[in-house]
């Protein structure tokens, strides 16, 4: 094989906690199966579960936690979790909607990604609520005047390309590059190609892979040159050859270790849990192993691939 993984290129610095799985919006592309469990989201109990989870991975050397769910910002006491991670020295990230006012927690986090769609036409287009925009708005205003205080933050926005927004994804991001408030909060905007598996099926918001690749890292080089290179526009595609001369940095940003308090499970592929968070205490030879069947996957997928998705091929059988 051409390629190789060696087991000491693993270095789990950044978990992913999801600590629910609810959700406050409907967006037409999501991936996940969200839910009305308000009891477990609600619980204490779990509040108490991800603190211990917050020591044991400072027993292990992680650096990073990124908070998700569902919708993070619905969990009751998810400041109390972030300054609980922050004094433990964890360098906090946060994916999410901006529906809710995000100004209490900024001081504890070290970066934030939020999800806006392009313009408000576009962005309300693929979501039922109407008011999501302008809180997303309201959010990046929000924290422009946080950073101009001196304060340090890196905002990322993730926008997920469909075939509803795709031609409008430059407009968008050309007007929002014009706004000042914009370009002093953001430091890295993300184009994501919309998953292919979850409500996105229902709603015909799939993209055929060739309509997208090329088309969307122009426009992302494009965009990045319009904003003088103060914000950076990139994808989740690599060409190949780029994909591993950036191994393993690259490596670890695709396949992380998602810790799952709503399946209590820890897992790199969902479909193979390597352990229950209950009881957990060490990383061992599984996770590596978890980590080299999804490479080979990758690997054994990507030989006449000029361009590739990575997500897209780990779905692949």
């Not at 000491?8 to 469990?37: A, E, G």
């Not at 319009?226 to 191994?247: A, M």
């Amino acid at each position: 094989m051409r390629w190789r993984l060696e087991e000491d290129m693993i270095r789990i610095h950044q978990v992913n906690f999801i600590i629910n799985n609810i959700c406050n919006l409907k967006c037409k592309y999501c991936y996940i199966n969200t839910s009305n469990n308000y009891i477990l989201n609600n619980n204490r109990i779990l509040r108490d579960k991800i603190k211990k989870f917050i020591r044991v991975m400072k027993e292990n050397q992680i650096k990073s936690i990124l908070f998700t769910g569902g919708e993070p910002t619905l969990f009751p006491w998810l400041d109390d979790i972030l300054k609980y991670s922050k004094k433990h020295g964890f360098n906090n990230i946060l994916i999410t909607n901006a529906f809710l006012d995000l100004t209490k927690i900024l001081p504890y986090l070290d970066s934030v990604i939020l999800s806006l769609d392009g313009s408000k036409s576009a962005h309300t287009l693929l979501r039922e609520n109407v008011e999501s925009y302008d809180r997303v708005i309201f959010n990046l205003n929000k924290i422009s005047e946080y950073k101009k205080k001196g304060n340090n933050l890196e905002c990322i926005i993730n926008t997920v390309v469909t075939s509803s927004n795709l031609s409008l994804i430059e407009s968008s991001y050309k007007e929002l590059l014009s706004k000042e408030f914009f370009k002093n909060a953001v430091n890295k905007v993300k184009l994501s190609k919309v998953s292919n598996e979850g409500k996105v099926l229902e709603h015909q918001e799939l993209l055929v892979p060739e309509t997208y690749q090329k088309f969307i890292r122009d426009i992302a080089d494009r965009l990045t040159e319009l904003s003088n290179y103060k914000i950076i526009f990139e994808t989740n595609l690599f060409y190949k050859e780029e994909f591993f001369i950036n191994f393993p940095s690259s490596y670890n940003f695709i396949m992380p270790v998602w810790v799952d308090f709503t399946l209590n499970s820890i897992y790199v592929d969902k479909k193979d849990i390597i352990y229950e968070i209950d009881g957990f205490k060490r990383w061992d030879n599984k996770i590596f192993e978890s980590f080299e069947k999804i490479y080979y996957k990758i690997i054994k997928n990507i030989e006449d691939k000029e361009i590739f998705d990575p997500y897209e091929i780990m779905n692949v059988s």
